[in-house]
């Protein structure tokens, strides 16, 4: 195990720890730092105005520091306080395994942090969006129910092939924006990828729409009224520029709905409508509205439809309670009902998400099929027959029978046993000398082979992902190292006079010479601005206007050189100019 664990990580199942990686503090360069301290100075002194009261609240409660990166392990010790725990992930992870790692109370935090050139923002996931972002508002009880039932509930949607494509392209552009070396052209390409992935994505799946849900809540919502709202959402409270700019009128505000859930986003490019819910209550009832939508409540026919159209592992469930869980391959339906379902692959059933004894995937090597439904001519659903019935109707064991089901499916052999749930409803028949047709068709024909036939008038659920965890091996993930290993001779120096102004404010050396500092990076990196601001700040905290001037005088240049960063160096010199008033 690479990362340390408490008695809330205990409980995440193998297949998430999969994408856990250990934080490993010690990579993080004095530049990363000072990326760090700059964002949330100006977060914490912008977000004071702006942003709902249990950021700042969250923030002291959550151990979160304006100076320094925070450390993983630190974190965890006042989370669990709060019932929940905070893990590094590889950046981007499926979506589903994100929300399932939320319905566990745990935060998934991408340790890597932006660069310099991307400081306002990055459509890469940070540990300044993650950890500076999510975190401080889980300290709300309210809001962190939601985010722990948003995940449950997101965990189980159905995707569809091209929302898996539409991922890797995102994380594909999430990488590369901000590896060093990426070309402009590389980045053009993997964008104008994404466009057209999104431009034939066709009718959304479910979790296409749950992702938009939680875009606009827990990532870019607004609360309060439309007319004065509060920040609430991550990504805002994350991004220096787009925390300014949502609050300005060129951004429209809607009151929140579950309509959010079919406003598509686009995560390369400010948004230019959010939408604002009056309290976080309201949150978890569009939720569960939206969750009544979902072949997670709905099943029926269209719900093992959506499962066949995702090309992924899911499970349906009957209304005995049984559940079948493998790669849907097709449906047989009647009069607008499945009277017949097929998996191919490795498939295994269940009760109450505990996998059956001898119905394993080594019992189901190549798929499991069943009829569902009643049978004809006869008023009462097999799974409500009492014993008396099933002799009655001789299906019993040792007896040879020819059942037919309303549309047309007939199963006949010899009923060898017969298995109950907790209730005494049947819920699965062995047979042997097997064969189920229909309308004359062989679906299936055993001769020593014995044949399990679900029983089930219905299909009350369809989701995402197996029923047992345990019965599936899901461990398919590789960590990537995103870190850059290699560094310029002049990557190496300016990191280096970053340390020794880091080093001088936190004490660790004061015989360091902030003039040489200074003059060194005026004439070798004459575009770096983020270590004269810090520079900048010293000198007026210790009183030597002088060196300030002097300092704000080669800003004025760099920002006469490079205009894109004015603004930058203007906030960053604003948040000193307090100090220098007192």
């Known amino acids: 195990m690479t990362y340390e664990s408490n008695?809330?990580?205990?409980?995440?199942?193998?297949?998430?720890?999969?994408?856990?990686?250990?934080q490993n503090y010690e990579e993080y360069t004095a530049i990363n730092q000072a990326v760090w301290r700059y964002v949330m100075r100006k977060n914490v002194d912008y977000l004071s105005q702006v942003a709902h009261g249990s950021y700042l609240d969250g923030l002291r409660k959550t151990g979160i520091a304006v100076d320094h990166i925070p450390n993983m392990y630190g974190m965890n010790r006042i989370l669990k306080d709060l019932g929940w725990a905070a893990v590094a992930v590889d950046g981007f992870i499926p979506p589903a395994a994100?929300?399932?790692?939320?319905?566990?109370?745990?935060?998934?935090i991408a340790s890597d942090i932006r660069q310099l050139a991307h400081i306002e923002y990055t459509p890469a996931p940070d540990i300044i969006h993650e950890g500076a972002g999510h975190a401080p508002i889980i300290a709300n009880p309210e809001y962190a129910e939601y985010l722990r039932r948003f995940g449950e509930i997101g965990c189980k949607a159905v995707s569809?092939?091209?929302d898996f494509e539409l991922y890797e392209a995102v994380r594909h552009l999430s990488i590369i924006k901000e590896a060093q070396g990426t070309t402009p052209s590389e980045i053009q390409k993997a964008e104008k990828h994404i466009e057209e992935l999104q431009e034939h994505m066709g009718v959304p799946s479910e979790m296409a729409l749950i992702r938009n849900l939680h875009w606009w809540t827990?990532?870019?919502?607004?609360?309060?009224?439309?007319?004065?709202?509060?920040?609430?959402?991550?990504?805002?409270?994350?991004?220096?520029?787009?925390?300014?700019?949502?609050?300005?009128?060129?951004?429209?505000k809607i009151p929140y709905s579950i309509e959010a859930a079919h406003t598509p986003f686009d995560i390369t490019?400010?948004?230019p409508q959010l939408f604002v819910t009056p309290d976080f209550a309201f949150l978890s009832q569009v939720l569960e509205d939206f969750a009544n939508t979902m072949a997670l409540r709905t099943g029926g026919l269209s719900g093992i439809k959506k499962l066949i159209d995702s090309k992924e592992l899911g499970t349906i469930e009957l209304s005995t309670g049984l559940q079948v869980s493998g790669n849907f391959d097709n449906v047989i339906a009647h009069n607008g009902a499945p009277i017949y379902f097929q998996t191919k692959g490795k498939s295994a059933l269940a009760f109450r998400e505990k996998e059956l004894v001898g119905q394993d995937t080594n019992q189901h090597v190549t798929?499991?099929?069943?009829?569902?439904?009643?049978?004809k001519g006869i008023n009462i659903p097999i799974e409500e027959m009492s014993p008396r019935d099933l002799k009655a109707y001789k299906i019993y064991e040792g007896e040879h029978v020819s059942l037919d089901f309303?549309?047309?499916?007939?199963?006949?052999?010899?009923?060898?046993?017969?298995?109950?749930?907790?209730?005494?409803?049947?819920?699965?028949i062995t047979f042997e000398n097997c064969?189920?047709?229909?309308?004359?068709?062989?679906?299936?024909?055993?001769?020593?082979?014995?044949?399990?036939?679900?029983?089930g008038e219905r299909i009350v659920s369809a989701f995402n992902g197996p029923a047992d965890l345990k019965s599936f091996d899901l461990l398919d993930h590789e960590l990537s190292k995103t870190f850059s290993d290699k560094k310029s001779d002049n990557e190496s120096e300016l990191e280096g006079y970053y340390q020794q102004i880091r080093d001088f404010r936190e004490g660790k050396n004061t015989t360091i010479s902030r003039n040489k500092v200074f003059k060194e990076v005026q004439q070798n990196f004459p575009k770096d601005w983020l270590l004269s601001v810090e520079l900048y700040e010293l000198a007026i905290t210790n009183g030597d206007t002088g060196f300030a001037t002097e300092i704000k005088h080669h800003l004025e240049k760099v920002k006469q050189d490079n205009p894109s960063l004015g603004h930058l160096i203007d906030d960053g010199l604003n948040l000193v100019e307090p100090v220098k008033t007192t």
Not at 416 to 428: E, F, P, V, Y
Request: net charge positive.
């Open 7 to 22: 008695p809330i990580l205990d409980k995440l199942p193998k297949h998430l720890k999969q994408y856990i990686k250990p």
């Open 98 to 108: 994100f929300m399932e790692f939320q319905a566990y109370n745990v935060l998934v």
């Open 160 to 162: 569809s092939a091209k």
């Open 218 to 252: 827990v990532e870019y919502g607004l609360i309060g009224t439309v007319e004065n709202p509060k920040i609430y959402g991550a990504g805002l409270l994350s991004s220096i520029g787009e925390s300014a700019w949502c609050m300005t009128d060129e951004v429209k």
């Open 269 to 271: 490019k400010p948004q």
């Open 367 to 375: 798929g499991f099929g069943s009829p569902i439904g009643r049978l």
């Open 406 to 428: 309303v549309g047309g499916i007939n199963v006949s052999g010899k009923i060898i046993t017969g298995t109950r749930n907790l209730q005494g409803q049947i819920i699965l």
């Open 435 to 455: 064969t189920v047709r229909h309308h004359g068709k062989v679906l299936f024909k055993s001769d020593e082979e014995l044949y399990n036939m679900a029983i």
